[in-house]
């Protein structure tokens, strides 16, 4: 336990005694997890928003001509048993006629009168089947093809790759900039530590000569990162908090035409995984920035 | 060589740097517990390669160290630091921290090896008595004089009573009158039952005080005589 206090107090006088180092060392790791925190926001914001847009991205499944209801129902059962269906919902000739002259005339009626009542789309009777993962939808549109009584299946395969495509892109980007800037954040800190041992190398030296144990010397420089780990991911986290809501407000604030799209999630929930998160990568990146530097400086003299 | 029970004993030792150099070669001795020992020679003479060779710092590269019944050629790296308890080392440069006071840098070599506060407050005073720094406790390196800072580092390679006492040329930076305090001091920590080996350049002091002496030269015994004088 004394030990314990030891290492804890010559750490701070570590960090204090070479405060430029350790102040790099904190601002990079701030620097670093404000934008992984910015970037899990983005992402987490953007699958929420995936997750929204896939529920409303669906396959239209149209029948062979003549096909009873019984069957069109025997149809839709086998639909159903998909695992990554999550509803579907008939729509019938009468209803597809109305839709499509809402959608393209409004509420002209002009020109479906010159139908004389006949409904053009009397054979595009459909279902609209909608997804749990909208990754699926090839496959499942694939199978459903093979169902005896199928005519055509429509999918919204392009928008559902495209989706699927940009939040993969978006998420190796946040992870390739985080690494690079973790690997930064892991050298400055190996630096900081490498100047307080060269600093300490005669106290280091005294201590090797009297006796101390390995675990006695290194233990100030690990609590050193450690501290400098945990204030670097503080610093971030409360700038995130403060400026989280803030950001929310400003962007549906600009863009309330896209208000139908864009749904975020809430404070609470992104800070359930971001204060574990960062904590645990300061502290982490913290410990291992000093480890390294502890192992190659301290390994030549002990 | 003496009758005494040896505290250290080096059999057949050489040691060769990788550089090609040979520090020490075929090193026969040695040294009875409770003995004062002066070890002499000139520069390159090896004198710093023995000191470090006990401290465990430099490894022999032929030959067997015994030192208070541990086979020092044998220590394991993560057995060193213990090993080093039964050493105290006093350098030429004293070696304090200049950012703690007399207290601290004594209570420090207390500390390592785990001894409780009102026990290390007892030891530090106490020692600090022996040494003559009774209350200069509160003192930093740079208010006390070169004497009075050896005397600090003898404290501190003191307070944890170890067996031997190492000291590499403990009066190379004090005035003649410091010097002979500072041999006395020794020759004090001598008589309360520890082993102490000096290495020096000091002629005056070796040839008046009568001790054992051993000579080194590039690297070999070139004599080893109780209550010798300083061969050049």
């Given at each position: ?37 910015i ?6 914001n ?25 069957q ?20 019938s ?5 109305e ?26 009777a ?6 749990t ?9 694939q ?27 978006v ?66 986290l ?17 863009f309330s ?23 645990a ?16 400086h ?5 | ?7 250290i ?22 040294v ?29 590269t032929?030959g ?22 039964i ?37 530090v ?10 209350g ?7 208010e ?53 080996i ?16 051993i ?5 070999r ?12």
């Open positions: 336990m004394r030990t314990f206090v030891y290492g804890i107090k010559q750490g701070v006088k570590n960090i204090v005694q070479n405060r430029l180092f350790s102040l790099a060392a904190i601002g990079t790791i701030a620097t670093c997890l404000f934008l992984l925190g970037f899990y926001a983005l992402v987490s953007f699958q929420n928003m995936v997750y929204h847009a896939e529920s409303s991205v669906g396959i239209t499944v149209f029948f062979e001509e003549g096909i009873s209801q019984k069109i129902d025997a149809i839709g059962d086998k639909i159903k048993a998909y695992k990554d269906v999550d509803k579907i919902k008939f729509i000739a009468k209803e597809a006629w839709k499509f002259q809402k959608e393209m005339y409004g509420d002209d009626k002009s020109v479906a009168d010159t139908f004389n009542g006949v409904n053009p789309l009397e054979n595009s459909s279902y609209e089947v909608y997804l993962e909208v990754k699926e939808q090839n496959k499942i549109a199978e459903i093809e093979g169902i005896d009584g199928v005519r055509k299946v429509n999918g919204s395969r392009s928008v559902a790759k495209g989706l699927n495509s940009f939040n993969l892109l998420a190796y980007v946040s992870a390739t900039i985080i690494i690079l800037l973790l690997l930064i954040s892991v050298f400055l800190i190996s630096t900081a530590v490498a100047s307080g041992i060269r600093v300490r190398r005669d106290e280091i030296s005294i201590l090797q000569y009297i006796g101390a144990t390995d675990a006695f010397i290194k233990m100030p420089f690990w609590f050193e990162g450690i501290l400098i780990g945990f204030c670097g991911a503080i610093v971030p409360v700038l995130l908090s403060v400026l989280y809501d803030k950001m929310i407000a400003f962007v549906l604030e600009h035409a896209l208000s139908e799209w864009l749904t975020f999630v809430s404070t609470g929930k992104v800070f359930r995984t971001l204060i574990p998160m960062s904590l990568v300061g502290v982490g990146i913290g410990l291992v920035g000093s480890a390294l530097s502890v192992r190659k301290l390994r030549r003299s002990l | 060589m003496n009758t005494k029970e040896a505290l004993t080096l059999q057949d030792v050489s040691v060769t740097y990788p550089t090609g150099t040979h520090a020490l070669q075929q090193i026969n001795l040695q009875g517990k409770g003995e004062f020992v002066f070890v002499v020679g000139s520069s390159g003479s090896g004198k710093s390669t023995f000191i470090k060779t006990l401290l465990g710092e430099v490894k022999a032929h067997k160290i015994f030192v208070a019944q541990k086979q020092l050629d044998r220590i394991k790296r993560k057995e060193l630091p213990y090993y080093r308890r050493l105290g080392v006093v350098f030429q440069e004293f070696r304090l921290l200049k950012d703690r006071n007399v207290y601290e840098n004594v209570a420090l070599a207390q500390r390592v090896v785990g001894v409780s506060k009102q026990k290390i407050e007892k030891n005073m106490n020692i600090l008595e022996l040494v003559g720094l009774s200069k406790e509160k003192m930093r390196p740079k006390l004089s070169g004497g009075e800072q050896q005397r600090v580092a003898i404290a501190r390679a003191m307070v944890n009573r170890p067996a031997i006492l190492l000291a590499d040329e403990p009066t190379g930076n004090l005035d003649p009158q410091n010097s002979w305090e500072i041999m006395k001091l020794l020759e004090e920590v001598n008589r309360l039952g520890t082993t102490v000096v290495v020096t350049h000091n002629h005056e002091i070796v040839n008046k005080m009568k001790k054992r002496v000579a080194l030269h590039s690297g015994i070139t004599s080893d005589e109780m209550q010798g004088g300083y061969i050049q």
